[in-house]
């Protein structure tokens, strides 16, 4: 889950008597399965609500970028590099989609941009961490995207139309992440001890913190109950966790590598594989910025887009020149 | 902040023949930029023959207050659709 | 059937040997170059100026590290032809080491800022145009081939990194002095481009082999009139790089070569044999 824990600004739902008769016909379109659309009326809550979730996946995916980018350089093979590059690309352009989807809420991409260089915006939890071997490329694919793709399939259907209709882009592109990340594990788990070794390390590694991606408990939830009645958030945290748990574990499996889990196990009553407690101390720590990358991820970021400063400028420079040519033509 | 490079909208058209679609937007310092950027972040996957992009300042926009006026008139001139006109079975080609 | 072969082996001749040699050479100097500076394309990665920047730049490199793919494929065949052992792609790519490697220096040259990538980008993308459009005509049908697929994805190279050069150029006054310290820079590196040692000139003479010595005019005419447009004063020709045939295309290159190299075949060096 790209957009963790948005805060809507709201104590509680609002009920039927409480709303004005804008907020009440917003919320039965809403309820009707219209789409919201830019320039249609909405609560000035749910237009902050979705600019600070959808810059918040935006930022993900080009924050996202960084730990995978850390490989393309060291990229085993030729095919390798080059569906990593791919991927890593793919990631820029659905960054490159959702700030244009938050963008028709009024806000510009340079201004998300401040906010995330400031640290008033924030990203998924999970790009905090490094990658440390090549497998942990493999995992990325397979068990962040994985679970990325599973939060944004239900997303194609949210109320905010341009968000829906950026997540069917991303959701169609993105079909191919998560089998290159299964097939470079499979490959290491078919090679040598060594590859077998950095497979199940890069598991063992990634596997909770990619279950803290889908956000604390639904208990815990302050949030969700409005993100709910908006249709900005289909699922809950717990039944996406759940869900996600229940379809990786068999994959686990046939790779042969072992989840990092004790607990983990079965319950043919529920239906579902029951797993052991989440740390989440450590999920507040790396939200707080005391993440393996926090720093090295922002600074990074600061760089690059300080850096790219003058070429900006000069583009819009050179712009302006040309633009005053063709009037004096 | 205020040298933001502008917001373009892209249009392609596939390669069915159909009529260029919105697909999204970007931003580009100029004409050129823009369909360059557009070819780039919009083509990866061979999704189009044909390009426009147009400045998103430039897209004149009818409001949601109009969509009555503007939209419910249509409603009522079915005979615009060919299903309005039932057609004898025998008859073929039409 | 497998004595026909055989025979046809042994009585090669030496001349023919060389030619696979040569060819094989060759086709190692049109690989490498895409390869390498694909490899320095890939260090931006997440880190271009602006997201559409990054897309596109490593739309560059993607096409980049197809074409060199599958030269370094047909060099194997080559190989296989007249030795004794047979390499794909990869066992190239990743199993030589700096003096094997026959890219051009100017591809080698590390990213400095965004100024010094696209100058360098444009340098070589103009004449990496040249070369592929006159080995079209080349006698060989699978030289052919690959020239002209990348051909039509260079053609797209060099309009982009033609137009930032312009863009950079005759932007601000800083991205002007920038632009101009790039392509000062880099200039000494254009040299060898146009020099055609002996293993060239044979292929040229037999008719596979673009001759790169009818190219610089043409290169010339191509980046000078960019360059004015850019506001850019073209360097004046002075001292350049890998000349007395001793530069990147004889496997000469500068300090920079070996760590890319370093960097790029880490994995496969050090867990010899693994498939990845």
Redesign the interface.
Known sequence: MYAQMVDTGVRSVKGQAEMTTEERAFQARIDADIRIEPKDWMPEAYRRTLIRQVSQHAHSEIVGMLPEGNWVTRAPSLKRKAILMAKIQDEAGHGLYLYSAAETLGITRDQMVADLHSGKAKYSSIFNYPTLSWADIGAIGWLVDGAAIMNQIPLCRCSFGPYARAMVRICKEESFHQRQGYDIMLSLSRGTAEQKAMAQDALNRWWWPSLMMFGPPDAESVHSAQSAAWKIKILSNDELRQRFVDQTVPQADYLGITMPDPDLQWNPERNHYEFGAIDWSEFMEVLKGNGPCNRDRLATRVKAWDDGAWVRDAAMAHAAKRASRQQVA | ?A???P?WEVFIRSQHGLAHKH????????P??AI??AR??YT??NEGVSIWAVRSSDVV?S??GDKEALFEPANSKIYRHPTFFPMPEEVKHL | MGAGIDTAVDTATDAEMDNERRLFDYLLRLGDSPLVLAQRLGEWVGKGPIIEEDLALTNVGLDLIGQARLWLSFAGEVEARYAGKRRDEDQLAFLRDSGEFRNLLLVEQPNGNYGDTTARQFLFDAWHLLVLRALADSADPRVAEIAVKGAKEVAYHVERSGDWIIRLGDGTDESHAKMQAAIDGLWMYTGEMFRADATELALVDAGVAADVRALEAPWRQTVEALLAEATIAVPASGFMQGGRGRGGKQGVHTEHLGHLLAEMQFLPRAYPGARW
Request: hydrophobic content about 40%; aromatic content about 4%.
């Open positions: 902040m040298n933001e490079w917001l697909v999204g937007s970007l931003h580009a310092a100029d050129e930029m360059r950027n780039d972040v990866r996957r926009a409001s949601p």
